[in-house]
């Protein structure tokens, strides 16, 4: 039986209206199966879009879920994983069993239920539709990650979030609405997202704050390999992008 902790989740605030975010999680890790009758011609914004992935469109579907419809969202998604939490043979935070990996969580089912009464309160935002500008400057930090081994917000040519997404267009950054989500190790646009959502062991839920940011209708996504980590997902926000 293999054991695996899912590691620590790491968040940066550079503006008051800009939220940088760097998390962890090991492949799989929330992983469910739900109902699927959803809107998806309406939700899925990014699926005939030629610069994005399968997985990277999977992502924004999946954020646009929890955006229009929080309330059903906690019933028929984060609901079903308090049902993966199992006794703990460790004297860990409780665990949850992922095919035949015991993954360590670091708050347990607290975090969850959290999770759930947050939605239940929440009303419905607008959609986020998907930027070509943003999308590379997205893949462009995954990449330069991943040739150089490293992880955060910083390039390996000291640039940051706006910076980046400012080579392809120009942000507000004095609107609320934008900022940058960081996930390693998730391979599926619901995993990541979920991660995202549940914000395990961060204290701020900044990740969470920043996907239901009411004031944010842009996206950019950017999925590739990671030496490390095996995977990373580079998510960017905005309220107001320009594309070139």
Not at 78 to 88: A, P, R, S
Not at 131 to 150: F, P, Q, R, V
Not at 162 to 182: M, P, S
Request: proline fraction near 5%; aromatic fraction near 8%; charge should be negative.
């Amino acid at each position: 039986m293999k054991k695996t902790s899912v590691p620590v989740a790491r968040h940066l605030f550079i503006f008051p209206l800009i939220l940088l975010l760097l998390s962890t999680v090991s492949p799989g890790a929330y992983a469910v199966a739900y109902a699927t009758d959803w809107n998806i011609p309406e939700l899925d914004t990014a699926r005939n879009v030629s610069y994005l992935t399968d997985v990277e469109k999977d992502v924004i579907l999946e954020i646009n879920k929890v955006r229009t419809d929080p309330k059903k969202y906690a019933e028929e998604v984060i609901k079903l994983i308090l049902n993966t939490f199992v006794e703990n043979p460790w004297q860990n935070p409780l665990i949850r069993k992922k095919g035949d990996t015991w993954l360590v969580t670091k708050e347990g089912t607290p975090v969850i239920n959290e999770l759930i009464a947050e939605l239940q309160t929440i009303e419905p935002m607008q959609i986020l539709t998907p930027s070509l500008g943003m999308s590379h400057a997205a893949k462009d930090h995954t990449e330069d990650c991943a040739s150089h081994n490293t992880t955060g917000h910083a390039g390996s040519d000291g640039s940051q979030f706006w910076d980046r997404v400012n080579r392809y267009g120009k942000i507000n950054l004095y609107q609320a609405g934008g900022g940058e989500c960081l996930s390693y190790g998730s391979n599926t646009g619901i995993d990541i997202v979920l991660q995202l959502l549940i914000d395990d062991g961060v204290q701020s839920r900044g990740h969470r704050k920043i996907l239901l940011n009411s004031n944010a209708s842009k996206i950019g996504v950017g999925f590739g390999e990671h030496p490390k980590y095996n995977y990373m997902c580079t998510l960017d926000l905005a309220f107001d992008y320009s594309e070139e």
